[in-house]
T-cell receptor, first 113, second 111 residues
Framework: DAEITQSPRHKITETGRQVTLACHQT?????MFWYRQDLGHGLRLIHY???????NKGEVSDGYSVSRSNTEDLPLTLESAASSQTSVYFC????????????FGPGTRLTVL | GENVEQHPSTLSVQEGDSAVIKCTYS??????FPWYKQELGKGPQLIID?????GEKKDQRIAVTLNKTAKHFSLHITETQPEDSAVYFC??????????FGTGTSLTVIP
């Protein structure tokens, strides 16, 4: 069965370190998204991609970057981790551009000390 | 950008009763309104969605209504069961296909 996976599931890091969160999907979807989930804020879009070599900034992109070298993967990098980036991160993918179901991964809980 | 408000933030109901969660949105260009259920430790999963050319949609015990004029939409769960306990998120999606999520409703169904 097709799926979307994230790794690691839990990560503790220190302020200033670079961190990369992995997202891999086997749906063969062109569209991939990264969200962060914080209490009182719901899910907020960080970055998204509509295909290989395409990346776009979302609502809360400062301090994050993504790259898309193939269809299956969209890694999220925190260039210099800050305590404000402690959160649960979700990756998602969808088949089309036009308002379509997004399939979410299980999430990565990141703690920045 | 779009602004989605969701109420209530917490909701407790007795098993068998109905639950209603309401959302409002600000951008009249939004045309797709999904509802997601998130169980503890898992990612959100789509449970029902509605497009702007439809006023109501039903799937067994779950229904969604949309009032485009008033810019609000609601999730209705009837005959609630303990397994309905979860966090529910609404979202509004416009022409750019960006999902704007509400802040979530934690639903507890008391056996």
């Amino acid at each position: 069965d097709a799926e979307i996976t994230q790794s690691p599931r839990h990560k503790i890091t220190e302020t200033g370190r670079q961190v990369t969160l992995a997202c891999h999907q086997t749906w063969n979807h062109n569209n991939m998204f990264w969200y962060r989930q914080d209490l009182g804020h719901g899910l907020r879009l960080i970055h998204y991609s509509y295909g290989v070599q395409d990346t776009n900034k979302g609502e809360v992109s400062d301090g994050y970057s993504v790259s898309r070298s193939n269809t299956e993967d969209l890694p999220l990098t925190l260039e210099s981790a800050a305590s404000s980036q402690t959160s649960v991160y979700f990756c998602a993918s969808s088949e089309t551009h036009r308002g379509d179901e997004q399939f979410f991964g299980p999430g990565t809980r990141l703690t920045v000390l | 950008g779009e602004n989605v408000e969701q109420h209530p933030s917490t909701l407790s109901v007795q098993e068998g009763d109905s639950a209603v969660i309401k959302c409002t949105y600000s951008d009249s260009a939004s045309n797709y309104f999904p509802w997601y259920k998130q169980e503890l430790g898992k990612g959100p999963q789509l449970i029902i969605d509605i497009r702007s050319n439809v006023g109501e949609k039903k799937d067994q015990r779950i229904a969604v209504t949309l009032n485009k004029t008033a810019k609000h939409f609601s999730l209705h769960i009837t005959e609630t069961q303990p397994e309905d306990s979860a966090v529910y998120f609404c979202a509004a999606v416009g022409t750019g296909n960006q999902f704007y999520f509400g802040t979530g409703t934690s639903l507890t169904v008391i056996p």
